[in-house]
Nanobody, 123 residues
Framework: QVQLVESGGGLVQAGGSLRLSCAAS????????MGWFRQAPGKEREFVAV????????YYADSVKGRFTISRDNAKNTIYLQMNSLKPEDTAVYYC????????????????WGQGTQVTVSS
């Protein structure tokens, strides 16, 4: 089983940057696809980005392409989400998730979830 803990959320002004981290436990971390999702109040949880197994392909939601970058460090059992050019509509609780690499742009593709970290972007 995998346990995930997000960190790095906070308050930032529009146009600013923030870097989220997700630390995972378990010896099989490198075998999972790792994704980031977000959920704003009153809205469904939506896909943000995913990094798959070797060679580590990445996919992004259209809303964040060119602004966000997902990466992973298997040696540290950690994934990151670098968020640049932040917009107020990026405000949400951000969750990291681990899955087997199928249906990776939907919540159905993931078996393990962190508790989330709040990101607030002010105008």
């Amino acid at each position: 089983q995998v346990q995930l803990v997000e960190s790095g959320g906070g308050l930032v002004q529009a146009g600013g940057s923030l870097r989220l981290s997700c630390a995972a436990s378990g010896r099989t971390f490198s075998t999972y696809a790792m994704g980031w999702f977000r959920q704003a109040p009153g809205k469904e949880r939506e896909f943000v980005a995913v990094i798959t197994l070797s060679p580590g392909s990445t996919y992004y939601a259209d809303s964040v392409k060119g602004r966000f970058t997902i990466s992973r460090d298997n040696a540290k059992n950690t994934i990151y989400l670098q968020m640049n050019s932040l917009k107020p509509e990026d405000t949400a609780v951000y969750y990291c998730a681990a899955g087997l690499g199928v249906r990776v742009v939907t919540t159905m593709g993931y078996d393990y979830w962190g508790q989330g970290t709040q990101v607030t972007v002010s105008s």
